[in-house]
């Protein structure tokens, strides 16, 4: 493989601009709450959820749970990448480690397109639910939820952990008030879940082809893919090699039951099948039961939107700051991203990622869910890429987490999610395509040339003694 990664004693320093690193403050349990936060299962299930009930119909449930089952091989990927690499840049450290300087480019790309669209987008759904209390408009709500969770970003992060996991229990809370309901209040049986139908718009009943359940694997892979930030946080978790696999394993396990649990209910439950297309969940819980238990559910869901723009903003300020201590833009911009705060945290880089997503929630996002679906797929495919050449020279004798059924595995996760792309809507692949190409601009005219100075991505130092 040309063009990876060196040694770093070949790669010399700049006097002004030595490498800074985040301290380990958090184990297990703080980073698998905030992990599962990133996650965010009630607010995925009361916002991305609905859209697929819409185009998928009965099943919905079934798209969720072949997506989980691929993201096992995922997170088997990030599992052995992340304590091979354990560094704050998550998938570009560990691509650019394993498959060369241009692919990470390209990962980190993707990766920065997903974390800076998803928070806007799901930050816009809390004036819904809180519209049992107070009605808001929701550009001003969502830029609202982004500048609290950048000033909450800009905290310890072991203060962060503690406050994303109380609101992580209500959010849990949440989803299983609506699974009991659903199961209480069943219309149909388990056969539903497979019987593959939709409300057409002419109000007749239409059949989910195995087309349309391909297609919208791109997005259920979406419904789990918080559970990567463990990755992200590998230098602030305690003992990374051990830690990072379990948290990724343990929050992929977790938060696919507190998704997929409720849906299935849902499923079931929906009074008929036009309810079910509809997908408006607060309206079926407070049929279910009254509007004080609907009250309650909706405002859990605002929390939960909330607890998710907390988390996402501090896994995006790492992925920057990261990027500037690797040294990916002009220096002048390294040096300002990569500063660190009082409370250790990437002050900078928090806020340059937090106030533009708040100005993002006063622009139309319909279409990027598509864009974010296809650039979590393009992304976890370069990952299993990395995945496939992890155990070459050197790296097969580091100590670190190992897959079972490697390289079986990555291939096989290669072939279905390479399938999966082909089968995306034109426009979206067009997106990517064009933001891609954009960012390989930028690396052939500036990064490659500078390659001794630019881009070089490295593990902090105590990470290789450890290894």
């Known amino acids: 493989m040309t063009d990876t990664l060196r040694p770093p004693a070949t790669i010399a320093p700049e006097a002004s601009d030595s490498p800074r690193k985040l301290k380990r403050s958090i184990g297990i349990v703080g980073g698998t709450l905030l992990t599962l936060s990133c996650v965010t299962p009630a607010s995925t299930l009361f916002v991305v959820v609905p859209d697929l009930f819409g185009s998928l119909g009965t099943a919905t449930a079934l798209t969720i749970a072949i997506g989980s089952l691929l993201c096992i091989a995922v997170a088997f990927c990030y599992s052995e990448l992340g304590t091979l690499i354990p560094s ?23 990766s920065l397109l997903v974390v800076m669209i998803v928070p806007p987008v799901i930050a816009m759904g809390t004036a819904d639910y809180l519209a049992p209390v107070i009605h808001l408009d929701p550009s001003l709500a969502g830029a609202g939820v982004m500048l609290l969770a950048t000033l909450a970003g800009l905290l310890d992060l072991r203060a962060n952990a503690w406050i994303t996991g109380v609101f992580l229990v209500l959010e849990v809370i949440a989803a299983a008030v609506v699974a009991v309901l659903g199961f209480a209040h069943a219309e149909r049986g388990a056969g ?12 007749h009943t239409d059949t989910v082809t195995a087309m349309l359940v391909v297609s919208g694997l791109a997005i259920a892979l979406f419904v789990t893919q918080g559970f990567s930030t463990a990755v992200y946080l590998s230098e602030e978790l305690e003992n990374p090699r051990r830690n990072v696999a379990r948290t990724v394993l343990a929050t992929l396990a977790i938060s696919s039951v507190i998704i997929l649990v409720p849906v299935v209910a849902i499923t079931l439950g929906a009074s008929d ?39 996402m903003v501090i896994q995006n300020s790492r992925v920057l700051f990261a990027s500037a201590r690797d040294k990916a833009w002009p220096q002048p911009v390294n040096n300002v991203f990569s500063k660190l705060g009082r409370f250790g945290s990437p002050w900078v880089a928090t806020l340059a990622v937090g106030i533009p997503g708040a100005a993002l929630c006063f622009v139309n996002l319909d279409t990027l869910y598509g864009v974010t679906g296809v650039s979590v797929t393009g992304m976890y495919l370069l990952v299993a890429v990395a995945a496939l050449l992890a155990r070459r020279g050197a790296h097969r004798h580091t100590a670190a987490w190992r897959m079972p059924l490697w390289p079986a595995m990555p ?15 034109t426009q979206y692949l067009l997106w990517t395509g064009g933001i891609t190409a954009a960012a390989t601009l930028y690396w052939a005219l500036y990064l490659r040339p500078r390659k001794d100075t630019r881009w070089l991505v490295e593990i902090p130092e105590d990470e290789r003694a450890q290894a």
């Open 192 to 203: 539903s879940l497979v019987s593959m139908q939709v409300a057409g718009s002419n109000g």
């Open 411 to 425: 291939v096989l996760l290669i072939a279905v999610l390479a399938y999966i792309l082909s089968e995306q809507e």
């Open 88 to 110: 704050a840049g998550g998938e570009y450290a560990m691509v650019s480690t394993m498959a060369g300087r241009l692919a990470g480019w390209l990962v980190f790309v993707l």
């Open 273 to 311: 099948l036009s309810e079910l297309t509809g997908g408006d969940i607060s309206a079926m819980v407070t049929a279910w039961s009254n509007s004080a238990v609907g009250t309650f559910v909706s405002l859990c869901v605002a929390l939960a939107i909330i607890n998710a723009g907390i988390v």
